[in-house]
């Protein structure tokens, strides 16, 4: 095991407070004052940010140790290249690599030191930032030999340094939508019913897959077919609600579907006694929440023996299909009177913005059916169009 590997007694902690969550960085058991309360503040709106905070913490504490350093005593800026050499196991060379860490990764481990640099000085744990080098602030102050690298972290430019020898990973594919045909072949696919009703929430109400996994058995109305968006911790499963909090009307067949998946596969589940819509079914974590994790991997094994590339297969692609779909019925069918008003409130889009993508993007289905309708349209004006002529959709 490499010095950068070993764990010097330094640990990420979780304490845990009713529906709260604390990450906390531990030397031999004892919280180390300044990452922890720095910790508290960046969990503040999501516990989320927090543990991968933590963990990016901890990884560079670890490497520090390894090399005899505190973080107030880092002075150079080459400290921050060896870190991100050690990051991407280069050990003194820096050569072309395509590494199992990508260049997102590695900004988020720099992102993630800025931001704790920049606090410490905002704090005044750590004397003046050269950071602010063009402000009035750092003009008036005297430039010193003993300035920690809080500034130079804060203006590290990651395109400057070894990230500019290393190749950047191809951009992964992803299914960004479902067809029909794919809803259908995924769905014969799901071993459980549990499986199937969570895919079908996804794809008929476009719900991400943290607000779907955080419903609870008394936000499903099954009277007034529709299911509410509650913005909760959800520290159990870790699903959270990242949209707006609001009601989801939903048709009798899913509502149908959910009620026989409580009455039955959940039922039988139900040992621990948690109000969770989707326990996990078997297993030693029979009765507890389905986690994202665990979802994304039901659904990849199902999509792939239903055809499809198993790396291209995301839990987002509900939502994008729902998103697309409406987009596309508002287009084609005014009669409908949907507005981006209503697509916003459905999807729980904060900002107009959001449906830009969607409006850019033609599905092949709807390309065909353009091509259907002006086919006839150009040849009555060029005499090129034959009896029985015609765009087969083969979508």
């Known amino acids: 095991m490499g010095k950068s590997q070993q764990h010097y007694g330094i640990q990420v902690e979780i304490a845990r407070n009713q529906n709260d969550l604390r990450y906390m960085i531990t030397e031999n058991g004892i919280p180390i004052q300044d990452p922890c309360l720095w910790l508290d ?5 999501s516990y989320l940010t927090g543990e991968r905070y933590a963990y990016a913490l901890l990884r560079y504490f670890r490497y520090l140790r390894a090399n005899g350093l505190h973080y107030y005593e880092v002075t150079n800026k080459r400290v921050i290249e060896e870190y991100i050499k050690d990051l991407l196991g280069l050990g003194d060379k820096v050569i072309n690599f395509e590494g199992q860490m990508t260049f997102k990764a590695l900004s988020t481990y720099i992102t993630v030191l800025k931001s704790f640099y920049h606090w410490l000085e905002d704090e005044r744990k750590v004397t003046m930032n050269p950071v602010l080098y063009s402000s009035k602030r750092t003009k008036q102050a005297p430039l010193v030999n003993t300035k920690l690298l809080y500034g130079q972290i804060w203006n590290f430019d990651i395109d400057e340094t070894v990230l500019s020898r290393v190749k950047y990973q191809k951009k992964r594919n992803h299914l960004k939508w479902y067809t029909e045909q794919e809803i259908t072949a995924i769905c014969k696919e799901f071993r459980t019913l549990r499986d199937k009703t969570v895919f079908t929430i996804s794809v008929e109400t476009g719900m991400r897959i943290g607000e779907l996994l955080g419903l609870k058995l008394d936000q499903f109305d099954p009277f007034e077919p529709s299911l509410d968006i509650v913005r909760e911790q959800n520290i159990e499963n ?3 609600a990242k949209t707006t909090e609001r009601k989801l009307y939903i048709y009798t067949h899913l509502a149908e579907m959910i009620q026989t998946y409580i009455t039955t596969e959940r039922a039988e589940a139900d040992i621990l006694g948690y109000d969770y819509l989707f326990l996990n079914n078997q297993g030693k974590y029979k009765g507890s929440p389905l986690k994202t ?3 994304l991997r039901i659904l990849k094994g199902a999509g ?5 590339v198993k790396s291209e297969i995301r839990t987002h692609s509900g939502r994008s299909t729902r998103a697309q779909q409406l ?3 508002m287009r084609e069918n005014p009669e409908l009177r949907i507005t ?3 697509i916003d409130e459905e999807m729980g889009w904060r900002s107009e913005r959001s449906i830009k ?3 850019k993007g033609y599905s092949m289905t709807q390309k065909r059916k353009i091509m259907e309708r002006i086919k006839p349209v150009i040849a009555s004006i060029t005499g090129h169009l034959t009896k029985g002529d015609k765009i087969h959709d083969k979508d």
């Not at 503040?41 to 709106?45: A, D, G, P, R, T």
């Not at 792939?304 to 499809?308: K, P, S």
């Open 41 to 45: 503040l960046v969990s503040m709106n």
């Open 238 to 240: 870790r699903a959270r």
């Open 293 to 295: 994790r665990n979802f």
């Open 304 to 308: 792939e023996r239903a055809g499809l």
């Open 327 to 329: 987009v596309e019925l």
């Open 340 to 342: 981006k008003t209503f």
């Open 357 to 359: 993508p969607y409006e």
